[in-house]
């Protein structure tokens, strides 16, 4: 199983949060969020910030890192690396799996990611044939996304997606991301959607929607 930095804000947790960090970084990097998250009102919850395994990244030269999976050239789509996207999805499962036996409900786990780590977020949660409580995936987009109509969950269909973008992301650009969520929507998922001017990164307009968006999926 994944290791995690593991965060509570309430001795007895009724809900979690799992976490998912971007290319090249690991658990600690949104971690301290999380105060962010609760000076702004966000519910009583665990946090778990796992760190992706250690693999060689082809874009970056074959240099080994922390990633969910490879990143095969620019162009995101053209070639996928559908294999480590899968192994994550499974890796993701078995974290949430560990959730619910410590008590937590799946309609009370939400599950987060930026950037590569939100791509698994979609990916892994609009597969679960039981849904979770709401996915937040931020500078990201649906990956294998020719795949994904067939795959995905009729119990899922209702999760609640918050996607939020940078109009400036040199990484993973708007159209990009555009295009995921008009796939999605296309197909009668819910997503709320919100832009900033910032690149591939995230501000504190964001972190306050975040903090929003957990109070109105965790009540």
């Known amino acids: 199983m994944l290791q995690s930095v593991e965060l509570q804000t309430t001795p007895s947790?009724?809900?979690?949060?799992?976490?998912?960090?971007?290319?090249?970084a690991d658990g600690y990097d949104f971690v301290p969020v999380v105060k962010e998250l609760e000076a702004l009102g966000?519910?009583?919850?665990?946090?778990?910030?796992?760190?992706a395994p250690m693999r060689p990244v082809t874009i970056n030269g074959g240099m080994t890192m922390r990633a969910w999976y490879d990143i095969l050239g620019t162009e995101l789509t053209r070639r996928e690396d559908e294999a480590g996207v899968r192994e994550s999805q499974g890796l993701v499962?078995?974290?949430?799996?560990r959730e619910e036996q410590r008590g937590i409900a799946?309609?009370?786990?939400v599950l987060a990611g930026f950037s590569q780590g939100g791509a698994i977020t979609l990916h892994t949660g609009l597969r679960q044939a039981?849904?979770?409580?709401?996915?937040?995936?931020?500078?990201?987009?649906?990956?294998?996304?020719?795949?994904?109509?067939a795959e995905r969950a009729a119990a899922s269909q209702n999760v609640p997606i918050l996607m939020a973008h940078g109009t400036q992301d040199p990484i993973i650009p708007?159209?990009?991301?555009?295009e995921s969520r008009d796939a999605l929507r296309a197909l009668g998922y819910s997503v709320q959607w919100q832009?900033?001017?910032m690149p591939h990164s995230v501000?504190?307009?964001?972190?306050?929607l975040i903090a929003g968006f957990l109070r109105a999926v965790i009540p």
């Open 106 to 109: 799946r309609s009370r786990i």
């Open 93 to 97: 499962e078995e974290l949430i799996a």
């Open 130 to 149: 039981a849904p979770l409580a709401g996915l937040l995936a931020l500078s990201t987009y649906l990956p294998l996304a020719a795949s994904f109509a």
């Open 203 to 208: 501000c504190a307009e964001e972190i306050e």
């Open 13 to 24: 947790p009724t809900a979690s949060i799992v976490w998912l960090h971007g290319l090249g």
């Open 174 to 178: 708007m159209a990009r991301a555009t």
């Open 195 to 197: 832009q900033y001017p």
């Open 42 to 51: 966000a519910p009583p919850a665990r946090y778990l910030f796992p760190h």
